[in-house]
């Protein structure tokens, strides 16, 4: 690591290819640490965190105990956090995640684990948590800490603005929080208010600190390593430790100066992307078009290595210009008979057999609908792959509406109605004493899958697709009725296999979204591109001739210096996307797990293709009511 970098940095950041690389070291070093304790006859005091961050490292903590034999029966362990107040058996608390996740699985003394309880009473809680910090005192405080980081910068639940000399103490949750939480939830009403935490004094007693973040997290990585010392950030605060480690995956560096501006931080190959890169945030900067940008502006923002190594200014922008422009095109199948050296996709053949995969019932409409329409609208053969049910974002209240209407249907048409109703009787008594935590029965889950199916099928009707273009997967992974998801599995990618094998597509379209390593969508690209792995290892031939593109979700777009294929939609075709999105009634109005975001589905598909329109726009190309994007994979 040059000087230049570290300059930037103020606390030593790892980068590793994937969150699960991230999570082995981080699991390595843990178990060596205990070992070490262990050969000394000392006791190890670590520091855990709980969150979808951690779920790798303990799972190869749990791995490691099994195949290589690591006891943690010296092992004194103090959680960061619980909600308050909950059930200790609550599925949501964190005395269930860590027992689920790690206890559960190796060998450590009961006795030996401290987790803050949601059941303290109001008033004793100061007592509880003074008590808590006095015996990390007394055992002689923590060796290890493990901290993931929140989208505002929190550790623990100590949210910005906490004072660095805070203790363990009870804390009201910050709305981001919480939303960012409500995956865990049935939405966002059920997140706790309130949770207990240890204090940003209390971690800094450790005596090693290893910060864990994934994915979405750039933002705030970088403003926690690279800004001041801050108690709106609280991780920043880390930068006053004398052995603290940020350990992240490549998607959570992208805002590090080193990986999003490397020209900044010494040497730097000029490869066409990156020049792509270095001009179009220098524009977007300045905001100016592209072909504006001037000799000057380029020397005072750190490029003027460029110019020395690529000669005209004038003569660079353009190169980039060229670049972008090339990228949109209406045609995402290809132009039949049209030798267009530079576009994106080929010509020949045509037309082509185009699967998209869709993680959700609905994803296909939501991140590509424009596209999907296009492909169908310009003679190719068109499939859809819905890779999972989708059964448990379904409201209960649209159980009952639809088993009513079928007992409704029934009775109309003379149908002998008696096992309708009593579904219907059964899934009402169920409903109405659901708890909070509880798991549907299957019958009701297999409903709830039905309903978003219906839904898929209309919506490829209203496409124009035939009933057989419809392929619904079912992958066993998504099937917990849960939000916790298993792994993916060798029958997930059996079953992907098969239906590539048997439709040989000469293009895909799966959701790219790389960034979280525990999300359904994730789950769905590491299955497709293990079957595509293994297609082409096999020798299967037709996959020479197989491009895969990548959609985003629609939370996000893909940053535009990495846009590959932007496909312009006129009004018109704006409409007709968000006509095909309403056809998901099941996901209209309030959803269950929708994530950070109040808007519908079908708003914030708009605004992000009609901010990718602007950008092009302001970069110097055309100005369209809106664009979708895509990025190809090789592999």
């Not at 864990?212 to 950030?233: F, H, L, N, Y």
């Not at 082409?536 to 197989?546: L, P, Q, R, T, Y």
Request: hydrophobic residues 40%.
């Amino acid at each position: 690591m040059s000087n230049m970098v570290d300059s930037f940095e103020k606390i030593p950041v790892k980068i590793y290819p994937s969150s699960k690389d991230g999570s082995k070291y981080v699991a390595q070093e843990i178990a060596a640490l205990i070992r070490e304790k262990q050969q000394r006859g000392e006791q190890c005091i670590l520091g855990l965190a709980t969150g979808s961050t951690p779920i790798s490292m303990y799972a190869e903590l749990v791995r490691l105990h099994r195949e290589e034999g690591l006891s943690f029966s010296n092992v004194i362990s103090f959680n960061l956090d619980e909600y308050y107040p909950i059930e200790k058996e609550a599925f949501q608390s964190y005395w269930s995640f860590m027992h689920r996740h790690l206890f559960d699985h190796v060998d450590i003394d009961p006795k030996n684990i401290h987790i803050p309880s949601g059941q303290w009473s109001k008033e004793d809680i100061k007592k509880h948590c003074a008590a808590y910090d006095e015996l990390i005192e007394e055992l002689g405080g923590i060796d290890l800490q493990v901290l993931g980081i929140g989208k505002n910068g929190h550790i623990g639940f100590n949210e910005p603005g906490s004072s660095i000399h805070s203790k363990t103490r009870l804390v009201n949750l910050d709305n981001t929080t919480r939303i960012a939480n409500a995956y865990e939830f049935q939405n966002i009403s059920k997140v706790p208010r309130l949770a207990v935490t240890m204090g940003i004094s209390v971690i800094l007693k450790a005596r090693r600190i290893l910060l864990m973040g994934w994915g979405m997290k750039g933002k705030i990585i970088a403003r926690s390593v690279e800004g001041d010392v801050t108690e709106q950030v609280p991780a920043s605060i880390l930068q006053q430790h004398n052995d603290c480690t940020f350990i992240i995956d490549e998607a959570a560096s992208s805002e590090l100066t080193r990986i999003k501006s490397p020209w900044l931080t010494g040497e730097c190959e000029w490869t066409p992307k990156m020049i792509k890169r270095a001009v179009i945030n220098l524009a977007l900067k300045l905001n100016k078009s592209i072909l504006s940008l001037t000799e000057l502006d380029y020397n005072e923002n750190g490029l003027s290595d460029l110019i020395v190594e690529k000669g005209e200014v004038y003569e660079i922008n353009l190169q980039v210009f060229y670049m972008l422009r090339d990228s949109l095109t209406g045609w995402p199948g290809g132009k039949a008979n049209a030798v267009i050296p530079a576009h994106p996709e080929r010509s020949s053949p045509y037309p082509k057999k185009c699967l998209i995969f869709s993680p959700h019932p609905d994803d296909d409409i939501i991140s590509m609908g424009g596209t999907f329409m296009r492909l169908h609208d310009q003679g190719h053969e068109v499939h859809v792959a819905y890779q999972t049910s989708g059964n448990i974002a379904v409201t209960d209240e649209f159980v009952t509406r639809f088993i009513d209407f079928a007992v409704g249907f029934e009775d109309m048409f003379g149908i002998d109605n008696k096992k309708s109703q009593d579904i219907l009787q059964a899934a009402r008594s169920f409903i109405s004493g659901k708890q909070k935590n509880q798991r549907d029965t299957g019958e009701i889950r297999a409903i709830k899958g039905l309903i978003r199916r219906c839904e898929a099928k209309a919506t490829c009707r209203y496409v124009g697709l035939t009933e057989d273009r419809c392929h619904f997967m079912n992958l066993p992974f998504y099937e917990t009725g849960t939000v916790e998801k298993n792994p993916m599995s060798e029958k997930d990618i059996e079953i992907t296999m098969a239906l590539l094998r048997k439709l040989q597509p000469q293009q895909i379209y799966c959701a790219g979204d790389l960034a979280d390593p525990h999300g359904t969508h994730k789950v769905c690209l590491d299955i497709i591109f293990e079957s595509l792995r293994r297609i082409k290892a096999a020798g299967d031939s037709w996959i020479k001739d197989c491009w895969v593109w990548l959609y985003k979700g629609a939370w996000q777009e893909w940053d535009i210096a990495e846009i590959e294929m932007a496909i312009p939609m006129s009004p018109d075709q704006v409409m007709k996307k968000r006509f095909g999105i309403f056809i998901h009634q099941s996901q209209k109005d309030m959803v269950p797990f929708q994530g950070s975001d109040s808007r519908e589905f079908w708003q914030r598909a708009e605004d992000r293709n009609a901010n990718t329109a602007n950008l092009y726009a302001a970069l110097g190309m055309t100005k369209y009511a809106a664009m979708e994007a895509f990025v190809r994979w090789h592999y």
